[in-house]
C-alpha cells in the first residue's frame, strides 16, 4: 500500500463548477500537506501549504485537512479553464520535512469552456 | 529571475550511455533536489543535497550520483543508463530541508529523457 493514494483521473468538469480533489494517507505522523499545481511540460508549483487539522483559503481555492480520516481534499470555486492542470497532494512529518515528503501520484484535471 | 534552470530538457540515450543532467538555481537556497516523475507512481526523489557540501540518497538512489558543485549547481550522472531510467526528471530547490516544512520546494521545467 502506498503512503499517499491520490485518485489519478483524469477529471473533466464543465466552465464553474466546484472541483473537489482528494488525497487519503496512512502514515498519522504527516502534519504538513501541500498542493501543488503542474501544467503540461513544466514543473510542479506549490499552490497551497496547511499545518495540521482545518482549513485554509486562498481565493477560489480551499484546502482542507482531516486528520482524523487521514483524507485532505482541495476544493477550487468557479473553475476556470486556467485551472486546468496536473494537481499533486504531498505531505511530510515536522522533523524530516522536505527530506522526506511523500507525493501522491497526481490528478489530471480539465476545465471545459 | 530564473528561479531554477535544467539541462538539457530532452535527451535520448542507448543502453549503457552515460550522461549528466545539470541544475542550477538563483534563490540562494542551501537545499537541492533530485526527483523522477513516471506515470501512475507521482514523484519519487533520487537525491538531496541539504547544503553546499553534503549529499543523501533519497528513495530510488540506485543507478544515479550526484554532485553538489557550489551552493548554485547541483548534477545528476547516469553512469550506464537502463530503460528502466526512462522518466521525466525534476531538480528542485529550498531554502532548508529539515523541520517544519515552511520552506517550499521550487522545481525547475524537467529534463524528459528516453533510454532505448
Known amino acids: 500500500q502506498k503512503e499517499v493514494e491520490q485518485d489519478p483521473g483524469p477529471l473533466s468538469v464543465p466552465e464553474g463548477a466546484i472541483v473537489s480533489l482528494n488525497c487519503t494517507y496512512s502514515?498519522?505522523?504527516?502534519?504538513?500537506f501541500m498542493w501543488y499545481r503542474q501544467y503540461s511540460r513544466k514543473g510542479p508549483e506549490l499552490l497551497m501549504y496547511?499545518?495540521?487539522?482545518g482549513n485554509k483559503e486562498d481565493g477560489r481555492f480551499t484546502a482542507q485537512v482531516d486528520k482524523s480520516s487521514k483524507y485532505i481534499s482541495l476544493f477550487i470555486r468557479d473553475s476556470q479553464p486556467s485551472d486546468s492542470a496536473t494537481y499533486l497532494c504531498?505531505?511530510?512529518?515536522?522533523?524530516?520535512?522536505?527530506?522526506?515528503?511523500?507525493f501522491g501520484q497526481g490528478t489530471r484535471l480539465t476545465i471545459n469552456p | 529571475n530564473a528561479g531554477v534552470t535544467q539541462t538539457p530538457k530532452f535527451q535520448v540515450l542507448k543502453t549503457g550511455q552515460s550522461m549528466t543532467l545539470q541544475c542550477a538555481q538563483d534563490?540562494?537556497?542551501?537545499?537541492m533536489y533530485w526527483y523522477r516523475q513516471d506515470p501512475g507512481m507521482g514523484l519519487r526523489l533520487i537525491y538531496y543535497?541539504?547544503?553546499?557540501?553534503?549529499?543523501d540518497k533519497g528513495e530510488v538512489p540506485n543507478g544515479y550520483n550526484v554532485s553538489r558543485l557550489n551552493k548554485r549547481e547541483f548534477s545528476l550522472r547516469l553512469e550506464s543508463a537502463a530503460p528502466s531510467q526512462t522518466s521525466v526528471y525534476f531538480c528542485?530547490?529550498?531554502?532548508?530541508?529539515?523541520?517544519?516544512?515552511?520552506?517550499?520546494?521550487?522545481f525547475g521545467n524537467g529534463t524528459r529523457l528516453t533510454v532505448t
Open positions: 528542485a530547490s529550498s531554502e532548508v530541508s529539515l523541520g517544519p516544512y515552511n520552506s517550499p520546494l521550487h
Open positions: 502514515n498519522s505522523a504527516f502534519q504538513y
Open positions: 496547511t499545518y495540521s487539522s
Open positions: 504531498a505531505m511530510s512529518d515536522g522533523i524530516q520535512g522536505a527530506q522526506k515528503l511523500v
Open positions: 534563490m540562494n537556497h542551501n537545499s
Open positions: 543535497s541539504a547544503s553546499e557540501g553534503t549529499t
